[in-house]
């Protein structure tokens, strides 16, 4: 509930990020808005995004604004994605109206998320309804891991000259590039607009497919030399104009 999310960010004085529910009416979001500027403390940023990856349909919120895109004919010819693509830009526009009447000052931060592995979603989405006018903030989510197969090991992972992870983290380097130039060329447009470079999700995305795998992955955390590969990891991000970094736990049957 926003109660208490407020209610922990004010008592551990941390920045708020919530997300607005997909079916969420204007009506609740203009309350959500209110009760924010109410009760949040006011030395306290707050980051409002529009469900959870909306660009995508593997979530709810991505195969809602993908029906409700199409039904609203909001990308004519270019088909169901782009459809989607342009329903989480109208109503992430419309979330930032609401917002910004009610809260007035630089704490609010509209938050706009796309597919990290894919920069021309950025594009598609930022130029679709205007919406590069109307956020503060593009987040990505850039997992870093390697695919594993049964005769994987740490060295072959983890070696700081030759290891697999090594061309991982180049990839991720680029494609992080490639998101901020598109960032850069929609600020360009009018010098009013200033698109902030954030992450919702990031971390390594090692994941177990058998008990093997699991194992494998259980003993890179206790390896010095994935220690490397994160400060390594978080250098790019840095390095890419990323402001602002949220680590993603998950703690499991592991």
Request: one cysteine or more; glycine letters at 6%; charged letters at 20%.
């Amino acid at each position: 509930p926003l109660e208490i999310l407020i209610s922990l960010c004010n008592y551990t004085g941390k920045d708020m990020w919530f997300n607005i529910p997909h079916l969420a009416d204007d009506d609740y979001i203009t309350q959500t808005a209110l009760m924010i500027k109410e009760k949040l403390r006011p030395d306290l940023k707050i980051y409002i995004e529009y469900s959870n990856e909306v660009w995508g349909n593997l979530f709810p919120g991505g195969i809602y604004a993908e029906s409700e895109g199409i039904r609203l004919n909001l990308a004519g010819n270019q088909g169901a994605v782009q459809a989607r693509f342009c329903y989480l830009a109208k109503r992430t526009k419309e979330i930032s109206i609401i917002f910004k009447e009610i809260i007035k000052d630089n704490r609010l931060k509209i938050v706009l998320s796309t597919q990290s592995v894919n920069p021309d979603t950025t594009n598609r989405i930022l130029g679709c309804q205007e919406a590069y006018k109307y956020v503060d903030g593009l987040a990505v989510a850039p997992y870093f891991g390697v695919e594993l197969s049964d005769t994987s090991t740490k060295d072959m992972v983890l070696d700081l000259k030759n290891g697999t992870l090594l061309a991982a983290l180049d990839k991720i380097k680029n494609t992080m590039i490639e998101h901020k130039n598109i960032i850069n060329s929609y600020n360009l447009k009018d010098t009013g607009y200033n698109i902030e470079f954030f992450t919702y999700e990031s971390g390594q995305g090692f994941e177990g497919k058998n008990t093997k795998q699991t194992d494998i992955q259980i003993s890179f955390q206790t390896d010095i030399r994935m220690k490397n590969h994160y400060i390594n990891y978080l250098n790019i991000l840095k390095t890419s104009g990323i402001t602002k970094i949220m680590l993603f736990s998950n703690v499991g049957l592991w």
